[in-house]
């Protein structure tokens, strides 16, 4: 346990669930890019091996004593599992070069079985960080593992702009994808709750940032609310994490059926709260760019306060983080400002003066 | 009955605005050429009137991002046909402002990149479109071989700002900056980053950017 904590983060989050007393708030920085930096490691140290990924973790965590460790599939293991050519960059985070599908017509012509832990060795290599994750600070700390959701795994296999222009032109091939990029998620989702790993579900390409609402209901929805039911049959929970505007979708997101919702930081965490506190717990939304990438410690403190001030009363429960992914250029010392000011203006009961809450 | 030059521009514009199959889009550009009207008006009261409607659209929320990229490949279909009976002296009886956009080094995402280039051609900007994952340099490069007035950077990740940063730089160092503006898009962008590295402005969108760049060009200003 973290020695200025009273609680481990395993406590905390079963007194979170059950209405019981807590020391802290709930705090889950989104620490996924930046975790090798955390601890020293270059981005291809960190990947190049389960041991080393694990470790980074639990340094991570053995430092800040945050609520969830992330470990990431990512958001383009479809089709890199299909074959896309992706880079190999040996200190960032790995993009998709060109994807393996170039024509939907070819859709049939792609081995999905290859995005199996049978056949996926990086599939394979990312469970073990899990299970080592999990043995050696499992009893302490809720592991999650950050994977895409039904439309950013289909547009990992084919182009973004593409499939959006087909949703349109031949919107039964976009169909025909999301079915198997689907199917294809379920197993790997249900790899990953058989060995307690709590799903933090990211589909970014479906925000509203891209998407107009009929098309999230059309090519977004269907697809979602089955991987929910999966999730739920198989015993897991899914904490699904929003980019960009969703103020339009809100109530269709949640209404596909997740435990719990992040929100990006360009939603108000006030609206968020007004629009869908009542039927799920909130995350977020510390800016990642403007204030935890250029942000001063006192801005960190200030966002941080801010933060609880706005989403402490949502009526199904509120956990602070960041509002998208922390990236591998944020200074550690906001990390560490975000976790020290969590501890004082997050401090069970909270102190309503120190928050500017007016009873 | 063979249509008049309105009843055709009307249909290139409607074309383009109702997003028609691209073959469709080609067949009335040939028959609006073949009865012998002329080519840079119907660019610009056809295809690029309708690509403006959508623009406006856009706007008003009404049309989104798939619609634009519709609307495009209908309006590129449509240029396709009638740029070549372009007669020369059209282009060169004005000043032509060039613009060179690219994402900078590192990120692929461009989405947004493609929708600025496309809104910034409709309002009759020259493009250099250097694509994605752009060596930083290249920017300052072809700038200068083109004699551009504005350099356009897009990007979505925090990692690859700083090369915007960087590209600001590099026109300082070759005493480009001031004469070649710079503007900035993407995610992660603000207008108090924009402010930090010095560039000529900020967008948020698409149609935002185009209404900057005139502005920060001077285009429409008399000289």
Redesign the interface.
């Known amino acids: 346990m973290h020695k200025e904590d009273q609680m481990t983060p395993n406590q905390r989050l079963q007194a979170f669930m059950t209405g019981g007393e807590m020391d802290r708030i709930l705090s889950m920085p989104l620490i996924v890019s930046i975790l090798h930096r955390v601890v020293g490691m270059t981005h291809k140290e960190k990947r190049s091996s389960a041991e080393n990924e694990a470790a980074a973790h639990i340094g991570c965590y053995k430092k800040y004593g945050n609520d969830i460790l992330i470990i990431e599939y990512g958001l383009h293991g479809i089709g890199r599992a299909l074959g896309n050519k992706m880079t190999d960059p040996e200190d960032s985070v790995p993009a998709i070069e060109e994807n393996v599908l170039k024509d939907l017509d070819d859709l049939d012509k792609l081995d999905f079985s290859l995005t199996t832990k049978d056949k996926d060795p990086e599939l394979q290599r990312i469970l073990e960080v899990c299970r080592i994750c999990k043995e050696k600070v499992g009893d302490e700390v809720p592991i999650g593992v950050l994977i895409s959701g039904p439309f950013t795994a289909a547009a990992s296999v084919y182009p973004v702009e593409k499939m959006l222009k087909a949703s349109r032109k031949s919107p039964e091939k976009v169909h025909a994808l999301l079915r198997k990029a689907t199917d294809a998620l379920k197993g790997i989702y249900v790899d990953f709750i058989k060995e307690g790993i709590i799903i933090i579900q990211c589909d970014p390409i479906s925000s509203g940032s891209l998407l107009h609402i009929n098309q999230y209901r059309e090519f977004v929805k269907p697809y979602a609310s089955e991987l929910n039911e999966t999730i739920v049959e198989a015993g897991g929970v899914n904490v699904m994490h929003m980019c960009g505007d969703i103020s339009k979708t809100i109530h269709d997101i949640v209404e596909t059926g997740g435990a719990m919702l992040s929100i990006d930081n360009v939603v108000d965490m006030e609206f968020a709260k007004n629009e869908v506190g009542n039927q799920l717990p909130l995350l977020g939304n510390v800016d990642p760019v403007g204030v935890l990438l250029h942000g001063s410690k006192e801005e960190v403190f200030e966002a941080v306060k801010e933060t609880i001030r706005k989403g402490y009363d949502s009526p199904k429960g509120f956990i602070l983080a960041s509002g998208c992914d922390i990236t591998q250029n944020v200074l550690v010392e906001n990390i560490d400002a975000f976790m020290e000011a969590s501890r004082i203006y997050g401090k069970y009961p909270l102190d309503k003066e120190l928050l500017g809450i007016e009873e | 009955m063979s249509k008049t030059k309105e009843e055709l521009l009307k249909l290139l514009s409607d074309s383009v605005f109702e997003?028609e199959e691209e073959e469709g889009v080609r067949e009335l550009a040939q028959e609006y050429i073949d009865a012998g009207y002329d080519a840079l008006e119907g660019i610009t009261a056809g295809l690029v009137d309708g690509m403006n409607r959508a623009g406006q659209m856009y706007e008003e929320e009404e049309y989104?991002?798939?619609d634009l990229?519709?609307c495009s490949?209908a309006m590129y279909a449509g240029l396709e046909v009638l740029q070549p009976h372009l007669p020369k002296k059209d282009l060169e009886s004005e000043k032509v402002y060039k613009c060179v956009i690219g994402v900078v080094q590192?990120?692929?995402h461009?989405?947004g990149k493609?929708l600025v280039k496309i809104m910034l051609e409709t309002a009759g900007f020259e493009m250099y479109d250097l694509g994605r994952d752009v060596p930083l340099k290249d920017f300052v490069d072809k700038a200068k071989e083109a004699d551009a007035d504005l350099i356009c950077l897009s990007t979505l990740?925090?990692?690859t700002m700083?090369g915007m940063k960087t590209v600001v730089e590099m026109l300082k160092e070759e005493g480009m900056y001031g004469k070649v503006k710079v503007m900035v898009g993407g995610?992660?962008i603000?207008q108090?980053?924009c402010n930090?590295i010095e560039a000529s402005g900020y967008a948020a969108n698409a149609v935002e950017a185009v209404n900057l760049a005139k502005v920060v060009v001077g285009m429409g200003i008399p000289a």
């Open positions: 997003m989104f991002i798939t990229l519709l490949d590192g990120d692929t461009d989405i493609n990740m925090t990692t700083p995610g992660p603000s108090a980053y930090k």
